[in-house]
């Protein structure tokens, strides 16, 4: 019996230890030790299907689904590789490989009998389902995620790899492939077992040819009523967030009428030799839903002639899964004034009320403290302080959230440690393995890290590889500040940030996502705000304007955290 944090699936069966999550290094500026430690792990991994926010966020759905007892199922892919795995490597940057578990050994994963078909090119391809059941928190309830994979025998060893890996880059072909299996795939998935359904929700683009199956089997005067019962949640503004898939491969995966239809609603204009996912999304969809306030307005400029079904739906965290134990007993303690907040986490607004409250704020810095201990035991060999300011950054590697933004400057963040004493930093990410700024990024910021190496007395920073939902609750709960620097307005929403501040950790953070829409008290917001209506440019990062106020608002938050811990 080993249960994963996020899956809350208990097993009486032993656990197979390639289905463990994998013990990792750190890399820090303490060098001399990195080689001879691990960080130990002995739990379940959590189901590898996901890369960061997007697969988190989905996982959280299901959970709340689940709890608010909704008729709620999910479709997506098993993939048998996970994502990736990363080393931090010095020189290097980050070191990709394979992810090894085992689907027929995880608790809770089962095959179903029942298998699908469908045609890659003129190749007929046998996927395998797989059912798992995700519990609301008493456990009364459940909702299925059905996962489809192609590793079944009768496929060709080539089609058994298609379920391979997650954002499998190797070409425009593997990228259209895996769509068309979660697509189509999970179209004939939910009518193979006979699920009905009244509203299909496209989590992205990536889900689009579920539309075009559906139109497929219908004639076309039909779509509008096949529309009526779709949805599309768009969650991104970054280009490499939308699909341009080229005509030319499109033709060696889809159908003559599947290429028709994309063609009709996912071409940019006539003629086009592409296909945009996100216009095929928001043609099939009779609502499309942005990620937070911020993300509606960006959304309704991005594509004008949709602006009538666009609304902003702010994302959320699942809160019994993100909040600490330590926190958790804080709130039932003061359930005069916040209720029922495990069925009703809107209950936790009432925190303002306490906010005057000398004992409460003595009980949340003794509730946080027990988090920031745990998470200081977990890294004992880099010889964490309990009581010297923490701050982490731990996000996806890509570019517009600029990972390097806080290390700009050393001389600056040396003087900003010396003056409060000492200060710890945490960064946390994986780059995908095609993006080559973001593995960049992470190989400076290595670099760095190793060139403050004779700084160990008052700046500790460490590096700590395999960022995944694991690392992020250890965290989100135990640092003293949440630093997010996204380049505004490119953060749709950002979801690390509510996990933390769900802990009573404050944000350092651009005004940016959901943090443009929460109470300006979550902590200290700073950096460029572009114009209203201004989207500006993703690759004008603003680095040295925004990491100058980055300095300051850091400078600020030590000053008060000092404060803070002396005041006890
Ligand atoms: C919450 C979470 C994210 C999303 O974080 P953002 O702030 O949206 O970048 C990514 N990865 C993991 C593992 C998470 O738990």
């Known amino acids: 019996m080993s249960p994963s944090f996020y899956n809350t699936f208990i097993s009486k069966a032993p656990l197979n230890p390639i289905n463990k999550k994998h013990d990792f290094t750190v890399f820090s500026n303490m060098r001399g030790m990195d080689y001879f430690h691990s960080v130990k792990l002995n739990s379940l991994v959590d189901l590898p299907i996901y890369s960061g926010g997007l697969g988190v966020l989905a996982g ?90 192609s590793n079944v025998e009768g496929n060709s060893p080539t089609n058994r790899k298609l379920t391979d890996r997650l954002y499998n880059s190797k070409s425009e072909w593997w990228k259209i492939v895996q769509r068309k299996v979660l697509g189509v795939g999970g179209i004939r998935a939910i009518q193979a077992l006979g699920y009905e359904v009244d509203t299909y929700h496209l989590n992205e683009g990536h889900a689009a040819f579920a539309f075009v199956e559906m139109a497929k089997q219908a004639p076309a005067d039909r779509w509008e009523d096949i529309k009526s019962h779709f949805a599309y949640t768009c969650h991104t503004p ?83 899964t993100w909040v600490a134990d330590s926190m958790a007993e804080l709130f039932d303690l003061y359930n005069e004034e916040l209720g029922a907040w495990r069925k009703n986490p809107e209950q936790l607004k009432n925190i303002l009320n306490l906010k005057k409250n000398q004992r409460f704020k003595t009980d949340l810095w003794e509730a946080h403290q027990v988090n920031k201990r745990s998470l200081v035991k977990w890294l004992s060999p880099w010889l964490l302080e309990e009581n010297v300011f923490t701050i982490a950054w731990a996000r996806r590697a890509a570019s517009y959230k600029r990972p390097e933004l806080l290390l700009y400057d050393l001389t600056r963040l040396e003087e900003i440690a010396r003056k409060v004493g000492c200060l710890q930093i945490i960064f946390a990410g994986k780059a995908h393995p095609k993006d080559l700024a973001g593995a960049h990024s992470i190989k400076s910021i290595l670099e760095k890290i190793d060139s403050l190496s004779g700084k160990r007395d008052y700046l500790k920073i460490l590096y700590l590889e395999d960022y995944d939902t694991h690392v992020g609750k250890k965290l989100v709960c135990g640092v003293d500040a949440w630093l997010n620097n996204p380049l505004p307005p490119f953060e749709a929403s ?57 300095y300051n608002a850091l400078d600020e938050m030590a000053r008060i955290y000092k404060e803070a811990a002396a005041g006890g």
Request: proline residues 4%; charged residues 25%.
């Open 494 to 550: 950002g979801t690390s940030g509510m996990k933390a501040i769900l802990n009573g950790v404050p944000q350092l953070s651009t005004r940016d996502g959901w943090i443009a829409e929460a109470d300006e008290n979550v902590g200290i917001i700073f950096g460029y705000v572009p114009e209203k209506g201004e989207i500006g440019m993703e690759t004008n990062f603003r680095v040295e304007e925004d990491a100058n106020s980055l």
């Open 238 to 320: 970054v280009k490499a967030g939308h699909d341009r898939l080229p005509v030319s491969e499109l033709k060696n995966v889809l159908d003559p009428q599947e290429l028709g239809i994309s063609q009709q609603l996912g071409s940019e204009e006539v003629n086009s030799n592409t296909v945009n996912l996100t216009l095929l999304a928001l043609n099939a969809a009779h609502k499309a839903n942005a990620v937070s306030e911020k993300h509606e307005e960006v959304t309704k400029i991005q594509f004008p002639n949709h602006v009538k079904k666009i609304r902003g739906i702010t994302n959320g965290i699942h809160h019994l």
């Open 60 to 149: 959280d759905t299901l959970k709340s689904a689940a709890d608010l007892k909704y008729t709620f199922l999910a479709v997506g892919i098993l993939w048998n590789k996970g994502y990736i795995l990363q080393k931090a490597c010095y020189h290097f940057g980050q070191e990709t490989t394979e992810f090894n578990w085992e689907p027929k050994h995880y608790p809770g994963l089962v095959p179903l009998k029942k298998r699908i078909e469908l045609y890659i090119g003129k190749e007929r391809v046998i996927l395998r389902l797989w059912k798992y059941y995700v519990f609301s928190q008493d456990r009364q309830h459940a909702v299925p995620l059905i996962l489809l994979d």
